[in-house]
């Protein structure tokens, strides 16, 4: 299974900017999917994740109300709509394939994407 994330850039605070996740495979609807992101000298965190069918979604606080993360099944594609960026947004964006639906542990994730990196300046 090969991840690739795709839609990083640099932008103003207050920004938005929708990343994509390729994750072509015929069972790609039967995993939950996930985004997190690693910012310079700190550990990857979670950031939002969306269940096989679409239905459930669970978001790490710092980013709730602000973010969106969605799948389209029939593309093989996962998304991540960040609206109202701030400078504390900045990292690389990873996206993964989830074990357990809702997991914030990077464990429960066995294939990662090369990440892409967000840049939100003040």
């Known amino acids: 299974v090969q991840l690739q994330a795709s839609g990083g850039g640099l932008v103003q605070a207050g920004s938005s900017l929708t990343l994509s996740c390729s994750a072509p495979?015929?069972?790609?609807?039967?995993?939950?999917m996930g985004w997190f992101r690693q910012a310079p000298g700190k550990e990857r965190e979670f950031v939002a994740a969306?269940?096989?069918?679409?239905?459930?979604?669970h978001y790490a606080d710092s980013v709730k109300g602000r973010f969106t993360i969605s799948r389209i099944n029939a593309r093989d594609m996962v998304y991540l709509q960040m609206n109202s960026l701030k400078p504390d947004d900045t990292a690389v964006y990873y996206c993964?394939?989830?074990?357990?639906?809702?997991?914030?542990?990077?464990?429960?994730?066995?294939?990662w994407g090369q990440g892409t990196q967000v840049t939100v300046s003040s």
């Open positions: 969306v269940s096989g069918s679409g239905g459930g979604e």
């Open positions: 495979g015929r069972t790609f609807s039967s995993y939950s």
């Open positions: 993964a394939r989830g074990l357990y639906f809702g997991s914030q542990m990077t464990s429960d994730y066995d294939y």
